[in-house]
């Protein structure tokens, strides 16, 4: 869960995953967990879905956490934010 990771570990690994997709170049790149993808990137204001702003050139998506602790979020609304960004990777 992000709370149990400090800051510098979420920024850490914001780092790291940079430095993959910039090796790996992968055309879309989604991060499950607006929380944590917040505070890893220091975006606090960012919403879920396609990010203006890509990371390490992927075209970048914010996606609700399907943990069940993420209680606001069903199965339909999970379905909807992951299809659009399957469905911007397959449009490639």
């Known amino acids: ?17 940079e430095m993959k997709v910039r090796e790996l170049r ?4 989604a991060v499950l967990g607006l929380t ?4 890893a990137f220091g975006r606090s ?11 390490g050139g992927a075209e970048l998506w914010v996606l609700p956490n399907p943990s069940g602790l993420n209680a606001h979020e069903g199965i339909d609304s999970l ?3 992951y299809q659009a ?3 911007a990777a397959h449009a490639r």
């Open 1 to 17: 869960r992000a709370e149990q990771l400090t800051l510098a570990e979420l920024r850490a690994g914001g780092v790291a995953l």
């Open 26 to 29: 992968p055309a879309v790149v």
């Open 36 to 39: 944590a993808y917040r505070q």
């Open 45 to 55: 204001k960012a919403v879920a879905g396609r990010q203006h702003e890509p990371l």
């Open 79 to 81: 379905a909807v934010a």
């Open 85 to 87: 960004a399957w469905d």
